[in-house]
């Protein structure tokens, strides 16, 4: 059975593989919430075993990993149902700086630090957006191998495929990554300028100014997810883009434009009544030009991002 202090090592050790599974799942889902809740029953199924077999399991942490993964295979295509009756356009869920999270979020100031989800350009909104082009099994192989470095043996049990095949699916969605980095700068401090000319040009309601800001086939979407206001068809070209925001800058309630990290990168978020109203997050080119928008506005995704 073990001694008192040998227990609380060995649940040590099992926590300790929290952070990891979260970022796994968040990854994989492009939803917090989804992803805490496939940590939650990992966990769950792990405690639901008995001493004896949890002690005849050589690695928990790769047992927690395959069984996180798995469930998370299962969700992306079950996922995929739920996003045909979605109201609107379907963004992933965004995440502000750690030290802006919200105090009842995961990872805010209430709860372990351990438990926020490590920005880095592998969560970009961007490479989200890719990862929801692939197939679940696509993106699970990738991001297991390519991301989290596990080898395709591995990636094989999870998948239910051949290492041969789980190297091939992996092959096919970096291919699609390389495809979509080819054409973005993701350096922060050129996208923090662009951004931030967006920002005034945007308060300032000079449609020229954000046209030039924007590439000619620029795409604008917008998740409202049924519960507040938002276009529900992407909004292509940077002429129609500026007229919109123009629009909204003129006829919105009175709101703070901020700027904030998403995702890793530069910003912005709109603060209205004592709320966050909407996080956008951009794409932008090699050239300095927008490239794409993403804003979101459903309030179910927003609840990491505290009011400054």
């Known amino acids: 059975m073990g001694t008192p202090s040998e227990r609380d090592s060995e649940l040590g050790a099992i926590m300790g593989e929290r952070r990891q599974l979260l970022n796994l799942a968040y990854r994989l889902l492009g939803s917090l919430a989804d992803a805490e809740d496939v940590v939650q029953e990992t966990y769950t199924r792990w405690y639901a075993m008995s001493r004896a077999e949890q002690e005849s399991i050589g690695s928990p942490g790769a047992w927690l990993t395959t069984v996180a993964s798995r469930l998370c295979l299962n969700l992306l295509g079950s996922a995929r149902a739920r996003r045909e009756v979605y109201v609107g356009e379907w963004i992933p869920e965004p995440l502000p700086a750690p030290a802006e999270w919200h105090a009842g979020a995961a990872g805010g100031a209430g709860v372990d630090p351990a438990d926020r989800i490590t920005l880095d350009e592998s969560v970009t909104m961007a490479l989200l957006v890719v990862f929801e082009s692939m197939t679940p099994a696509e993106r699970v192989a990738f991001v297991l191998h390519d991301v989290f470095r596990y080898p395709f043996a591995e990636v094989s049990e999870i998948v239910g495929r051949s290492p041969a095949a ?21 350096d922060p401090a050129r996208q923090a300028s662009v951004v931030r000319r967006f920002k005034a040009a945007w308060e300032a309601q000079d449609i020229e100014a ?20 938002a276009h529900l068809l992407p909004i292509e070209g940077a002429e129609r883009i500026a007229r919109l925001y123009e629009t909204i800058a003129r ?17 912005l978020v709109f603060e209205s009544e004592g709320r966050t109203d909407t996080v956008f997050a951009f794409e932008i080119s090699d050239n300095d030009r927008i490239t794409h928008i993403w804003a979101v506005r459903n309030p179910d ?7 400054s």
């Not at 990554?177 to 993701?186: D, G, L």
């Not at 924007?214 to 206001?229: F, K, N, T």
């Not at 700027?259 to 910003?267: A, C, D, I, Q, S």
């Open 166 to 186: 789980c190297r091939q699916l992996a092959s096919s969605a970096r291919r699609r990554v390389a495809a979509a980095r080819a054409e973005t700068s993701p």
């Open 210 to 229: 954000l046209i030039g800001l924007l590439d000619p086939d620029a795409v604008a979407v917008s998740d409202g997810g049924g519960r507040v206001i």
């Open 251 to 267: 006829l919105a309630p009175p709101r703070r434009i901020l700027e904030r990290t998403v995702n890793g990168l530069p910003g």
């Open 301 to 307: 995704k927003l609840r990491t991002w505290r009011v």
